[in-house]
């Protein structure tokens, strides 16, 4: 599966909760398998030779939860940067963050910081992990930063719009996967994804498993990109 690999995959894991409700088990426990699946992707994307993984992992409409659930997603996020440091060194995997990283619980920021400061060196895949991720909220920042740059707005082209945005080197994902069964984008890479390939599955997240991400690339290399053009 060499020919025809995406740069960049987003993959907006969905369906955790219902993992747990369909069992009988509390929400938290749907995350804390969720978390393991999320390792299992990093492992086989790595593998299969992808740049950059986007996962988002907290939306900024997140918050509307429990406080008990939010916690425990931003905890199991810092948990997964300790326990995969290991793994990220001897894979040459760098870690990033896309979001509103300001309004983040201090241990967490502090967790984030050091997991890219750590990795900043490595020339692997990256997995961008996007927290207090919200897309409206990216470009709201972005043209923030730009006023603040003292830019003129008349003078404003998408350009500079996208070097503004949370990781302007990144290049746009190729595709965006989305699990569990719904089809929306809830506010993931709005600008970034505008011409991304979406899949959808409708496996839960914590289902899945190599063999699933093998099967979207697979259904990728079928797409026929025309960006608005017309095939010559
Ligand atoms: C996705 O699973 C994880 C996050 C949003 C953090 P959900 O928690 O949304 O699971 P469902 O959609 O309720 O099943
Ligand atoms: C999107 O899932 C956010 C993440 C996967 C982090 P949600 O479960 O929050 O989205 P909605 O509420 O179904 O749109
Ligand atoms: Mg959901």
Redesign the pocket.
């Known amino acids: 599966m060499e020919k025809g690999i995406p740069a960049h995959i987003g993959i907006i894991?969905?369906?955790?909760?219902?993992?747990a409700q369909q069992r009988g088990l509390v929400?938290t426990q749907?995350?804390l398998e969720?978390l393991k699946a999320a390792k299992r992707i990093v492992k086989a994307a790595s593998v299969l030779g992808i740049k950059y993984l986007t996962l988002y992992?907290?939306?900024t409409e997140?918050w509307k939860r429990t406080a008990e659930e939010v916690g425990f997603?931003l905890g199991l996020v810092k948990q997964y940067l300790r326990a995969e440091f290991d793994f990220s060194r001897q894979n040459k995997i760098r870690v990033r963050h896309a979001g509103d990283f300001s309004v983040l619980p201090p241990d967490i920021q502090k967790e984030i910081s050091d997991s890219i400061a750590n990795t900043a060196d490595f020339d692997g895949m990256q997995v961008i992990l996007a927290i207090n991720y919200g897309g409206r909220d990216e470009i709201v920042r972005a043209l923030k930063k730009f006023a603040l740059a003292n830019q003129e707005a008349d003078k404003i082209s998408e350009n500079d719009i996208s070097s503004y945005l949370d990781n302007p080197d990144i290049p746009d994902p190729d595709m965006i996967i989305r699990s569990?069964g719904e089809y929306r984008t809830s506010n993931f890479l709005l600008w970034e994804g505008a011409y991304s390939e979406l899949y959808f599955s409708d496996k839960?997240?914590p289902d899945w498993d190599k063999e699933d991400l093998e099967t979207a690339i697979l259904d990728f290399q079928k797409r026929d990109r025309r960006y608005g053009g017309v095939k010559a």
């Open positions: 894991m969905d369906g955790n909760g219902r993992w929400r749907g995350h969720g992992a907290f939306s997140n997603i569990a839960l997240w």
